[in-house]
């Protein structure tokens, strides 16, 4: 799955940083039908985790009621230099994830 992960502009230690998140993913309900009429198995990005250095940052449960190539926005407030990960896993097993080198300084 891919990713694009935009992060706000410069970096100072101990000021919020907004992180905005695009994943390219169907996020197929299951309510839908084929032109056969058969129905489209469901398929969503069930859980979202973002990390930054060895601590949770941001942590998200989505369900059917999101849209197709979800966008998500949080905020973090770093106090050092790092790398900003942010992983997530579909219904059907499959997994992705996006990095980001955070460069902060001082403030």
């Known amino acids: 799955m891919l990713a694009r992960i935009q992060l706000s502009?410069?970096?100072r230690r101990g000021q919020p940083?907004?992180?905005r998140l695009l994943v390219q993913h169907p996020m197929e309900t299951g309510f839908r039908?084929?032109?056969l009429g058969n129905s489209a198995p469901k398929n969503i990005i069930h859980s979202l985790h973002a990390s930054y250095g060895a601590r949770t940052v941001f942590r998200a449960r989505l369900g059917s009621g999101i849209s197709a190539n979800?966008?998500?926005?949080?905020?973090?407030?770093p106090e050092e230099s790092g790398e900003l990960l942010v992983q997530w896993q579909d219904d059907l097993g499959q997994?992705?994830?996006v990095r980001?080198?955070?460069d902060v300084t001082p403030a």
């Open 33 to 35: 039908f084929d032109v």
């Open 9 to 11: 502009s410069p970096v």
């Open 17 to 19: 940083m907004e992180v």
């Open 95 to 97: 997994k992705g994830e």
């Open 100 to 102: 980001a080198r955070v």
């Open 70 to 77: 979800p966008y998500l926005q949080f905020w973090v407030v």
